[in-house]
């Protein structure tokens, strides 16, 4: 079971760059996630879809931009790249509407570093 | 701002002690709560979850809730080295909706051999 799958594992953008975070879950979930963690400040989320067709800002959205492409496949764009953008960014998701139920399953993560 | 606390640790505990990690959280609406553990350079992986006041064991896992009090933790019997690592506690918004899971920022546990 490949569960989520995230891609690219690393990148290294220049400043104003800009780049596509893919992600792909095979559960058949409905819900579908982007956090970012950096030290000292934990998992923070970036955007979200509740279903298919939906996306909303989470709490670090600026910078960001979401795309939910069908049930499977969420993707996260950076338009142009900021050092402040350097993190490690993972892609979640669940079986949303059950949601006091249903924990977040994450992918392996993307390390992207911004010079 | 609605926030989970955590102490950050390290927390060092010998190996076979109990090692015990805790969380308050500030939203009295949130419903459910759950640990996650994740090793240095991983993703974080689900080891429990819990809904009702009170006790819910898994194994060596226990975790205990108390809403009142807005408090949540995790007790590891027979700690181990392969426990070593960051335990994130989170928790659903209160209010509705399918915006995840608000995250502490962790603390880091050592089993000392």
């Known amino acids: 079971n490949a569960g989520v799958t995230q891609t690219p594992k690393f990148q290294v953008l220049k400043t104003g760059q800009s780049m596509t975070l893919q992600c792909a879950q095979d559960?058949?979930?409905?819900?579908m996630y982007w956090y970012r963690q950096d030290p000292g400040m934990g998992l923070r989320l970036i955007y979200y879809s509740a279903s298919e067709g939906t996306t909303d800002k989470g709490e670090v959205p600026n910078g960001y931009n979401v795309s939910r492409l069908n049930k499977r496949e969420f993707s996260l764009r950076l338009e142009s790249a900021a050092p402040s953008q350097t993190s490690v960014y993972f892609c979640?998701?669940?079986?949303?509407?059950?949601?006091?139920?249903?924990?977040?399953?994450f992918g392996n993560g993307t390390r992207l570093t911004v010079t | 701002q609605k926030e989970v606390e955590q102490n950050s640790g390290p927390l060092s505990v010998p190996e076979g002690a109990i090692a015990s990690l805790n969380c308050t959280y500030s939203?009295?609406?949130?419903?459910?709560f759950f640990w996650y553990r994740q090793y240095s350079g991983k993703s974080p992986e689900l080891i429990m979850f819990i809904y009702s006041n009170g006790d819910k064991e898994d194994g060596r896992f226990t975790a205990q809730l108390n809403k009142a009090s807005q408090y949540v933790s995790l007790l590891i019997r027979d700690s181990q080295p392969s426990d070593s690592a960051t335990y994130l506690c989170?928790?659903?918004?209160?209010?509705?909706?399918?915006?995840?899971?608000?995250f502490g920022k962790g603390t880091h546990l050592i089993i000392q051999p």
């Open positions: 939203d009295r609406g949130s419903q459910s």
């Open positions: 559960m058949n979930h409905n819900s």
């Open positions: 979640a998701s669940s079986p949303y509407p059950d949601r006091d139920k249903s924990p977040l399953h």
């Open positions: 989170a928790v659903t918004r209160g209010g509705g909706g399918a915006d995840g899971l608000t």
